[in-house]
Every structure is written in C-alpha cells, then in structure tokens.
C-alpha cells in the first residue's frame, strides 16, 4: 500500500462513526486538537467526513463556552484518568479542561476548499467558535495571554515548561491509581509518575469546585501563561475575524481580543533568554524553556525574525526539527514525550506561518524533514530528532492527516 493509502487506511480504522480517536488503546476517546487535524486529513478525500468530525466536537461544548479537551463518548477502559474522575459538567461526558484552539484556523481552511456546503458548515459554527473564544478571553487571560490550569491543556503535557511551577505543587488526597499509558507504551517515552501525581492533583482540585472557573482562578497553584494557547488563539481570532466579514457579522469583539493577545504576546517574550516562554503567574517566574510552541509566533502573525536564529541554531543540532524542546537544555530528552521528540503536526502550524513570513527555505527544509520521517518510519505518534526513528503510539490519526493534508 502506497503511503497515501496507509494514511486513509488509518484515519478510517480510527474513526468511531462521527469522530476519530488518536489511535486505539492508547488513546480510545474525542481529543479536541486531534479531531480538528483528522478534519483536515478527512478534507484530503471526503469533506463531509471533515466537517461532521468537527461538528460533533462541538456537541461537547459546555454551556460557558468551554470545548473540552477529551469527549468521552463511550467509556473504554484502556485509558486513565476517565469521566468519573474528571466529573465534568458539559452535555457529553468530559474533561474540565480545553485543549489549544485551532479550530476556527481549520474551519476557515474548510470553508474555502468546500465550494458546495462549506458556507453553511461554517456559519453554523461560527456563534460556537465565538463563545469559545469568548470563554478563554473572560477566564483565562492574563495581561493578554492565554492562562492555562493543567499541563494537559496545552497538549504539550511534561514539557520542562511545567518543571518549576510542579516543583511548588505537593498532591495530596489522591487516590492509589493504576496508570493505562505505559501498558501501550514504554516508560521511557512517557511521563514520570512524579507528574503524574500532579495531573491528577489538579483534576481533583478541578473536580472539587465543579470546574467553577471563578473558584478554581483562585484556588489553583497552577496558573500558567502559554505560547501554545496564546499563539493559536490570536491566530484562530484573525481566522474568525475573516469569516466575520465574508458572513457580514460584526468585528468589534474579535478586534478586542486580537488586539489584547497581541499585546498579551509580548508579555511572553523572555529577554533572557531571548524567546517566547510561558510565564509562572503565581511565581511571577518565566520558565527559562524554548519548546516547539515558541515558535508558533509565526502562525501567530507576531514577532517579526526574532525567533529565526534560535530555529537556525537548533536546525544545527539535531537532523529533525523541531524538537519539543531545545536539544541544548540539559532538561531534553528525546525520546520522552513533550521533552524533546518532534511531533509532525507542531511541525505543520509551525511551518504555516514560516511560508507566511516569506521564511520558505526554513519552512521548506523543516517540511522535507517531517515528510523524511514519516515515510521512513510510519505514522508514529512523535519521533526522536536524533534520528527520525518512532516514538510513542502507532497508527497515529493526527501524523496520518499531516501527511495527507500537507507533508506528501
Ligand atoms: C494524555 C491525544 C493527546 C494529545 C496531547 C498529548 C496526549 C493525553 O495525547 O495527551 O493522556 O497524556 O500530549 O497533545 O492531544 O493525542
């Protein structure tokens, strides 16, 4: 089977009738940034697939705004923590918590390669986009950027970025639990149970106060400033801003958010280090981390060239870009998870906006390097920038779309 089959041959056996899950086992559920990159691998072969896919990610929106980060729409043993742990309070059976906020990007892509139906899709979307956009700038912006309450939130879950403000963390009042990951997955290539320990302290903590965004912004230890959220949220407003227009709805409330997250951009520049970084608001520390997310400010449409050199430096280092985090830290390690490997979707926003700002040999290179590893190694969930070799899950729905929707 050619490659291009391969990748359909995976989306259609991770489909579930409706959405798609990661990859069996590992991950049996409706991942929000997952489902909306299978829409765009759908959108290769068959649109109305991409746009249901999203369609019934959004029947899990809670009444304040907030798109869960996993929809757990039939309950699966194979994975840990589930819906009784979470208690989440949405129409389906959830997690209390959102994932980074692309979906307004991808509808505007569906919108403009679906001539026939795209406009209804989208507009019936649209207000649903609006109140999640609306849910994130009330409760989770600090001085324009975009806070989160969980690692998990930002789908980069054991980056460096979360080692200080876990250090100031001590779970207590957890129950035993018994973790399902490394029953799919080796160790080593997973989180340690020290942040373990942590995630679920703060679910627990989530779950006590019924996932009150008011009670929890002033309980929780973990309030988090991020450039995943931060950059993809100001870049889904500019999508959302355009489909404002082409509907003949108003701009006036985008405008504001874009303009705060713009400015909200800024305050996650770290001087020191000369990158954007998250920020410990209840520290007041920046985490001292360049990661793959510091270089979405493209995609953002911010920050001019500034990045360029440290995207140059690590292109020196290491085969494949763009590890998770810098291979020259003594904190990366690059076959676990979040603290070193590539990861083929990161690699595809972050090379939208390098073609954007004219960067087309960067982007260029960094696109050969992903399409390099895939097809050498098969649909892994993230790969090892040593040496391009697999990592994690197998049969993985988002590496798949990548591939059809971009990299081959
Ligand atoms: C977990 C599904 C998700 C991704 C995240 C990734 C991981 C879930 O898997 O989180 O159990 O650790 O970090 O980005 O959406 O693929």
């Given at each position: 089977?050619?490659?291009?089959?391969?990748?359909?041959?995976?989306?259609?056996?991770?489909?579930?009738?409706?959405?798609?899950?990661?990859?069996?086992?590992?991950?049996?559920?409706?991942?929000?940034?997952?489902?909306?990159?299978?829409?765009?691998?759908?959108?290769?072969?068959?649109?109305?697939?991409?746009?249901?896919?999203?369609?019934?990610?959004?029947?899990?929106?809670?009444?304040?705004?907030?798109?869960?980060?996993?929809?757990?729409?039939?309950?699966?043993?194979?994975?840990?923590?589930?819906?009784?742990?979470?208690?989440?309070?949405?129409?389906?059976?959830?997690?209390?918590?959102?994932?980074?906020?692309?979906?307004?990007?991808?509808?505007?892509i569906l919108l403009e390669a679906d001539q026939k139906n795209g406009q209804a899709h989208a507009r019936a979307l649209f207000p649903k986009l609006m109140d999640w956009h609306r849910w994130f700038y009330n409760w989770r912006t600090e001085n324009g950027a975009i806070v989160v309450t969980h690692p998990w939130e930002t789908g980069r879950d054991n980056s460096p970025d979360w080692d200080g403000p876990f250090a100031a963390i001590t779970p207590q009042g957890i129950d035993e639990y018994d973790r399902r990951d490394t029953h799919h997955v080796v160790d080593e290539e997973r989180p340690r149970k020290y942040d373990y320990d942590r995630y679920l302290y703060l679910v627990k903590?989530?779950?006590?106060?019924?996932?009150?965004?008011?009670?929890?912004?002033?309980?929780?230890?973990?309030?988090?400033?991020?450039?995943?959220?931060?950059?993809?949220?100001?870049?889904?407003?500019?999508?959302?801003?355009?489909?404002?227009?082409?509907?003949?709805?108003?701009?006036?409330?985008?405008?504001?958010?874009?303009?705060?997250?713009?400015?909200?951009?800024?305050?996650?520049?770290?001087?020191?280090?000369?990158s954007y970084d998250c920020y410990d608001t209840r520290a007041g520390k920046f985490a001292g981390c360049i990661s793959n997310a510091s270089f979405l400010n493209w995609y953002a449409g911010v920050g001019g060239d500034r990045m360029l050199a440290h995207l140059q430096r690590i292109a020196q280092l290491v085969p494949y870009s763009v590890p998770s985090h810098d291979p020259a830290s003594p904190n990366y390690e690059p076959k676990r998870y979040w603290r070193g490997p590539v990861w083929a979707m990161m690699n595809m926003l972050i090379c939208i906006g390098l073609y954007e700002a004219g960067h087309v040999t960067e982007a260029t290179r960094i696109r050969d390097e992903t399409a390099q590893m895939i097809a050498e190694n098969g649909f892994a969930e993230y790969f090892d920038p040593r040496d391009g070799s697999p990592a994690g899950g197998r049969s993985f729905t988002w590496t798949a779309a990548v591939w059809l929707g971009w990299a081959s």
């Open positions: 089977m050619d490659l291009d089959a391969q990748a359909r041959a995976i989306l259609a056996n991770n489909d579930r009738g409706g959405y798609t899950v990661p990859t069996g086992g590992l991950y049996p559920y409706q991942w929000n940034w997952d489902s909306v990159f299978a829409a765009f691998g759908f959108a290769e072969h068959d649109i109305p697939r991409a746009w249901q896919e999203l369609e019934t990610l959004f029947k899990g929106q809670w009444p304040n705004g907030m798109v869960p980060h996993i929809l757990f729409h039939k309950v699966d043993p194979s994975y840990f923590p589930g819906p009784d742990v979470w208690g989440g309070v949405g129409p389906v059976p959830s997690s209390g918590i959102s994932q980074p906020p692309i979906a307004a990007t991808f509808v505007r903590l989530g779950r006590e106060c019924h996932w009150d965004e008011a009670k929890l912004r002033e309980i929780t230890p973990f309030r988090v400033a991020d450039p995943t959220m931060t950059f993809t949220l100001l870049r889904a407003n500019r999508d959302l801003r355009v489909m404002a227009q082409a509907f003949g709805e108003p701009t006036d409330e985008i405008d504001t958010w874009i303009a705060a997250q713009e400015a909200g951009a800024e305050t996650l520049w770290n001087p020191e280090i000369g």
